[in-house]
């Protein structure tokens, strides 16, 4: 994640404001606000702004003339009952505003998360940075042999030299000739004054789908969650997942009732059907239970096993 | 608008607050921050929290890594060219949150706007207050004979006073009900010792439309603005209007220079239609043009022809 | 539910309608389309329309160029497996809409689903019927003594023939006195020409929490089936649930395959916390757990304990 | 566009279904159900389902039991009249589904409208196939001197056989290194028996941004014109305005009237601001107006002018 001088000028003077103000503040969390939590090889994760805290929550469900708190415990105990009856609307008074650098093909995922505003820096407009994700040797998975949708071992030796100088240089090659076509070097001076320079919004399709964008990303703590809870999930795709779990700290520095409510209901959970609910009441009363007599897919019945450790 | 001795206490604690942040903050936004600004008879809106800045919107924009702006006269001018170009997503980087008293008729209107974070005092849960909106005399408008969605002349003499002495007494005489049912004080103690009492979330069903109900209230700058063009607006009804009208105010002291191209481009706008923008240049052209000869309807070129001022 | 003459009628000419379509159809879900299913004593739902079937979650699923679909029972794996995973954006792409007539205290808790389309039916424009929601006498429900927000036993003898009482008088005085100030019977003709009547917008605010209202009502099912998830819930008020029950028929109807997975997966479940889980392992591993071993609260334990039927 | 057999024999199967229904249905659109319609070089445009008409507006705007319609006439003007004064819930009765192929870098735009649902194919499941949006001549334009978000003229001679030959090879060469990550050809057959092959999820990342994916994308009418409104204008890039045309074709089949409503309202309409509306005003008055005396900005006052011819 490397910073120019002057983005690392603009953080350092950001983080050095002081104002004085009647709102709720989050000492926590403002220890590390501005600063980039480096996620992948070059991107990171920015706190930028907030808005409430625990109590707000609790305010909230009281629909308070002031900080409607009573006790810690109390108020603890409220926010587990909130989110275990699924109560989401005191959550959503809370809010986070992330600036977020990322790969286009994590974006493409993230994106699909519909509740939550975004300003996504424009490569009509400008001139995109010649970084591109390359996975870690260890990242460097194979296809799942088991699951379409999933990685199987690390690749290793020849297979994966190939594999990391194919995806280098063909960014590479594709960066230089997005430069090329654009006529204009990274710092906007003409490389040939003969040439017209194609559209940077034109231009732009000759990039890999590694590279990396930015954007600022703002949403309430119930749909943070909820984009937690499914791409901080070890179904989720790695590179996304990296972004996850550094979100899901800045949720423990800010929110922490909320975040250990989210861990023990959400994140470590796990939802019973009807036909499983049935099979585990039959197994604690003795009896012995089988995909079959459960009435259960044999794949459905692996994934209840597996929860129940058995 | 009676504050209790113990919710003026609540907001008194919670304006006393200094915290020091690194956030930006808004001067003019805190010193009315947490107080109740008086809306109708005994409603209000409060400002309880808020995110971002003027500069933020332009911070977004610029997807930058500190502040972003540049000149103030800069930011203004891109702010202006954000909202004419309808570039609404830098806007919704700004959040406010308000806790608002209002009758329930006007909250129906209200929770129209989807786009927005809400949590309502519960009358399943609590005992609503003894506080229904009774319009002043002035606001006592007879139907409107030519708009069947509007008012007309104030009414006047014995209608105006058997009206208004039917909304109190049918108001106050409901709630009574609604307590007898309850078999339950407004402090919670119980009436009739040999009564089960109805249950609350049935017992409301009893009250009228001009009780009063309050809500924590959250929403992107985008959003706000989008409900304001709308419900301040000469259309709305007088009731709402004096929400939005009251909330337009604290827009000014939050986000002055995005508040001014709100007024310029929304609010004092006129939008042409294309058959209207060619009926204006025929007219500039020294043309004479009638509605027939623009192919428009009578009612469409009134509204164009009061928008022009003839 | 009295319809009008006029009203069956209207119903009856859009029943007799035939038209060929290439579009899929359901023919289970035509047979009821249009038709008011009642509701509470003087509410219905209706099907309007409808876009999709279980083949259509199947086919955006996988992205296909016809239909899609495979075996019967190899669509309904996939709609489970969808179900069971929360993929949830293949069940957004079936529609459906509704026309609900419906008390106001049922539609303010309603409105709070955002994510649907909505036209209510305007008291601003129109005068509303003569018609209130009064429960019949098993629904007349004490308050709950051991949940806030819940309801008890219901009530008898005296006290239930005064609650009834007092709900149907104080309906029909406010609303004679919403006609008395309008000025205008039902039909339209003007009372007392002597008078001005009141705008048709603040009128309404005389009426009771129990008049009915109605709407159209459109959303897809994944946000139905949300829906329903809280408002067919045990939790839900009396009045709302009555309403889901008779959508959730609809849905049987509709997409039979998603509708089994929703009553498996969500309306039958149980979602165990991370705590839960743990003291379901040490339990089939034979252990005896208590709340306090299993750090969970008494009432998150009792509600624990009745899911496992303990 | 070149579709398979098999693409084709799903289409055509879909399209000799014939099924009777009471729902409302639309002949001129039935007539292209299904079909792909093509935009740029490989995508297409397919109307998969809809729900409504323009009656449908019409019988929402009234909330009625039947169709609700009255003259054709009147139905039309009703429209009009909801499309002018900006009543948009009875357009959001009205839904369409389509099924669409477009370059992933126009689906980054495409996306960006939040209210709709989506299903994308998905290339950590499945191999995307060979082809990339490659512009015709008529379309390889020049950044533009004026606006750094457009673009100037056509690139011709050696520059333009250049950037055409730079970007058809880098995707097509980071495609054959794509399959050869994957060790998998495009009929699924594996390449090399001693290599484990890179995951889908992964090897993805190799393609470029002109690389094509399709959706399923399903959305209300309201939301579709505020898509219309903003992707068929002038200002958006040439590529996602080509799919809003072929989009807007659709809409003119399926419901003419609010189409012609749109067309006259917002896509050729100019909206004034208040200080444009003042020199408009002072112009009809035979003033002669500046920028200055209009107190706008150069830039400001070049669009107006332009708007109105002068």
Redesign the interface.
């Known amino acids: 994640m490397p910073?120019t001088k002057?983005?690392q000028?603009?953080?350092d003077?950001?983080?050095e404001?002081?104002?004085?103000?009647?709102?709720?503040?989050v000492p926590a969390l403002?220890e590390i606000?501005?600063k980039a939590l480096p996620v992948l090889d070059h991107g990171f994760v920015r706190v930028i702004?907030?808005?409430?805290d625990d109590a707000?929550i609790v305010?909230?469900?009281r629909?308070?003339?002031?900080?409607?708190t009573k006790k810690v415990r109390e108020d603890a105990?409220l926010i587990?009952?909130l989110m275990?009856?699924?109560h989401t609307?005191?959550f959503?008074?809370c809010?986070i505003?992330y600036?977020v650098k990322l790969?286009?093909?994590v974006?493409?995922q993230w994106?699909?998360h519909?509740?939550a505003?975004?300003?996504?820096?424009?490569a009509?407009?400008s001139i995109l940075d010649r970084e591109f994700?390359i996975?870690a040797p260890q990242h460097?998975?194979?296809?799942?042999t088991v699951n379409?949708?999933?990685?199987?071992?690390v690749?290793e030796g020849v297979?994966a030299e190939r594999?990391l100088a194919?995806?280098k240089d063909?960014?590479q090659?594709?960066y230089d000739?997005y430069v090329?076509?654009?006529n204009?070097r990274e710092d906007g001076s003409v490389i040939d004054e003969g040439?017209?320079?194609?559209?940077?919004?034109?231009a732009?399709?000759?990039?890999?789908?590694?590279v990396y964008t930015?954007?600022?990303w703002?949403t309430?703590l119930h749909n943070l969650f909820h984009f937690l809870s499914?791409r901080a999930d070890a179904?989720a795709?790695y590179e996304i997942r990296a972004y996850s779990e550094v979100m899901l700290e800045t949720t423990k520095r800010w929110v922490p009732a909320a975040h250990e409510a989210f861990?023990?209901?959400r994140?470590?959970?796990?939802?019973?059907?009807?036909?499983?609910?049935e099979a585990?009441?039959r197994?604690?009363a003795g009896e012995t239970v089988t995909a079959e007599s459960a009435g259960m897919?044999p794949?459905?019945w692996r994934?209840l096993m597996s929860?129940?450790?058995?």
């Open positions: 910073l002057d983005q000028a603009e953080i003077s950001a983080r404001q002081k104002h004085e103000t009647r709102r709720v503040t403002e606000l501005y702004d907030y808005m409430g707000a305010q909230a469900a629909v308070s003339y002031g900080r409607g105990g587990r009952y275990r009856h699924r609307t005191p959503e008074m809010e505003k600036h790969p286009v093909f974006a493409r994106i699909r519909r509740t505003n975004v300003n996504e820096y424009s009509r407009y994700y996975p460097l998975a194979a296809q799942s379409r949708q999933g990685r199987g071992d690749l297979e594999v194919l995806l063909d960014a090659r594709n000739h090329e076509m654009l204009e040439k017209s320079g194609l559209a940077r919004e034109l732009r399709m000759n990039l890999t789908l590694n930015q954007w600022y703002k309430d499914l179904h795709q861990m023990d209901y994140m470590g959970g796990f939802a019973l059907s009807a036909k499983a609910l585990v009441k197994m604690l897919s794949r459905e994934e929860a129940l450790g058995r």
